[in-house]
């Protein structure tokens, strides 16, 4: 397999070695007695890479410097695929004892059982925060990651291998036995695709173009690269680099990177989503995730990209710098502080500020454990969420904890019209929250909530929220009354900020507009060919709507 790591080079599995390619096609290999057949690869939040041996039963380790690390435990049986879980833990299949096995990055390894879990292959991150997979018993099967299992059949699902999260909310999958690709929805409706140049499919991976790409490994005849598209068009491509394609990637160059079959197994391919096997260039903007609007009328962003390990700033005149983090931080959300600097999570373990001049200083607790959103609290401390509870650190780098690991997977957090924190929940009963000062929690549930995303302040004195997974913007006001709208143009809404001209903006994400919404729910929906993977979403000080082009590595613009 091929995977995309934090040095911006791929990084892949050969028989009893892991193998390293540049973007100049630079070759490293590493080896170690530890390394026995290793299979699926992975970025971990730790910035290393992470690897299924499936030959001696366990899970491997390497550092960006070739250094390997490997960890056993008597749960671990056949492990194949592997994939990084919302909650930052690497999750893995167990082919061998059916199982799905989870590893954090300090090495301590739990597993699941269930008696619908038989022989996992693949394993992937949805856009539900849950980990899907496929199974030897022509099944798809979906975990969360507090252990719930949910097991889909259909009998288009034929010989399921490759699992990828692509657009529109769902996950690809590739159809060895029936030579076609499948497509689910975290809803669990299945699609299928077939074409004549699908051919007993393998890996498949969401390309930059919105497409699924996917290797074809039948035989030498039909070797190429294929493509599908979510109207259901299939291509290949064919070249003399291609001989028994198995894994597949998108590389920091946003091409398509595959590996090739054993027999060719010293070569490394690359191909352009316009199909050109050729070498290309990579944007300075890469992978852009949140925004927010910083103390000095510009615009601060992070990466959803373990290329940068830096904060992004851009003026409203387009002027874009770049601010390297200290020990390589992975910066995750950012917000104005009370102090003059930005504020950001640094995942997997700080708190961090950096002033306009670009002089970063982070703070650390052992209690900080994968914190994700950050605002400023109207006690002038800044509140963020983090794994199970939501914690506070004022300016000074004093930290306070609250919520004692029992809040179900807290995200976005932002400061309410009643001097309280309120905040969305993407995980158990997919709640809204609301924390006092004091630390006192309260949680409100509805059927309309469903894995809220983005959450802001209206104009109007009430909360509004991303339904990511309904399709819908939620409202609730301060005492708890919940209120839904949806709209045909609403698809999978992960963004939303309050604009100059009182109405709420959102990205959507599933078919990469911005929204606009009213306080009276009137939707309004604006498209642009220059949109692509959308992420977050700001108000500048220049009266524009601002937000992150995570597809076209760019930040965009809209004025109200």
Avoid at 128 to 146: E, H, P, V
Avoid at 157 to 181: E, M, Y
Avoid at 340 to 355: K, L, M, N, Q, R
Avoid at 385 to 409: E, H, K, L, W
Wanted: aromatic share 10%.
């Amino acid at each position: 397999m091929i995977s995309l790591g934090p040095d911006g080079a791929l990084w892949f599995t050969n028989t009893n070695a892991i193998g390293r390619i540049t973007a100049d096609h630079h070759v490293t290999t590493y080896s170690d007695v530890t390394v026995d057949d290793p299979y699926g690869i992975v970025a971990g939040r730790d910035g290393a890479m992470w690897f299924a041996n499936y030959g001696n039963d366990s899970i491997g380790r390497i550092d960006t410097s070739g250094h390997i690390s490997n960890y056993t435990d008597p749960s671990i049986s056949a492990p194949f695929g592997i994939a990084l879980g919302s909650d930052g833990a690497l999750w893995f299949t167990n082919r061998g004892n059916n199982s799905i096995g989870r590893i954090t990055t300090s090495g301590k390894v739990s597993n699941l059982t269930d008696p619908t879990i038989v022989a996992p292959v693949e394993i992937a991150a949805g856009p539900d925060g849950a980990l899907w997979f496929t199974q030897s018993n022509n099944s798809i099967g979906r975990l969360t990651t507090i252990g719930r299992v949910t097991n889909y059949t259909s009998p288009t699902i034929d010989g399921p291998f490759g699992i990828a999260a692509g657009q529109h909310h769902a996950l690809w999958f590739t159809n060895r036995s029936g030579n076609s690709i499948g497509r689910i929805t975290t809803a669990g409706v299945i699609t299928n695709y077939k074409g004549r140049t699908i051919a007993s499919p393998t890996s498949i991976v969401a390309g930059p173009d919105g497409g699924m790409w996917f290797t074809n490994g039948a035989d030498r005849k039909r070797d190429s690269i294929g493509r599908v598209s979510t109207t259901s068009a299939v291509a290949a491509f064919r070249g003399s680099s291609v001989h028994s394609p198995y894994g597949i990637a998108v590389g920091a160059d946003r091409a398509l990177w595959f590996t090739n079959g054993k027999q060719y197994n010293h070569v490394i391919g690359r191909l352009t989503t316009s199909g050109v096997f050729t070498r290309g260039t990579t944007s300075g903007i890469s992978n852009p995730y949140q925004i927010a609007s910083g103390p000095d009328g510009s615009l601060w962003f992070t990466s959803d990209s373990y290329v940068n390990h830096s904060l992004g700033r851009i003026t409203t005149s387009g002027k874009v710098s770049r601010y390297p983090c200290p020990d390589s931080c992975l910066a995750e959300a950012v917000a104005p502080g009370p102090d003059g600097t930005e504020w950001f999570t640094d995942f997997p373990s700080a708190i961090g500020h950096v002033t306009t001049q670009g002089v970063i200083t982070e703070y650390s607790d052992p209690n900080v454990e994968y914190p994700e959103g950050i605002t400023l609290g109207p006690d002038g401390a800044m509140w963020f969420t983090q794994n199970g509870s939501i914690g506070r650190v004022t300016a000074d780098g004093q930290f306070t904890f609250y919520g004692g690991g029992d809040i179900p997977c807290p995200y976005a957090i932002v400061n309410g019209p009643d001097n309280a924190l309120w905040f969305t929940t993407m995980c158990g009963d997919n709640e809204i929250g609301r924390i006092s000062t004091s630390g006192q929690i309260t949680l409100y549930t509805s059927p309309s909530i469903s894995f809220p995303d983005s959450i802001t302040a209206g104009s109007d004195g009430a909360l509004w929220f991303a339904n990511s997974q309904n399709n819908s913007i939620g409202r609730i006001t301060t005492d708890g009354t919940i209120t839904q709208f949806t709209a045909p143009t609403i698809d999978y809404p992960t963004a939303i900020t309050a604009g100059p001209d009182g109405a709420l903006w959102f990205t959507s994400f599933g078919n990469w507009s911005i929204g606009r919404i009213t306080t009276a729910g009137a939707v309004s929906s604006y498209t642009d060919h220059r949109i692509s993977g959308l992420e977050g979403i700001a108000a500048g000080s220049d009266g524009g709507i601002w937000f992150t082009n995570d597809g076209t590595d760019a930040i965009g613009r809209i004025q109200p």
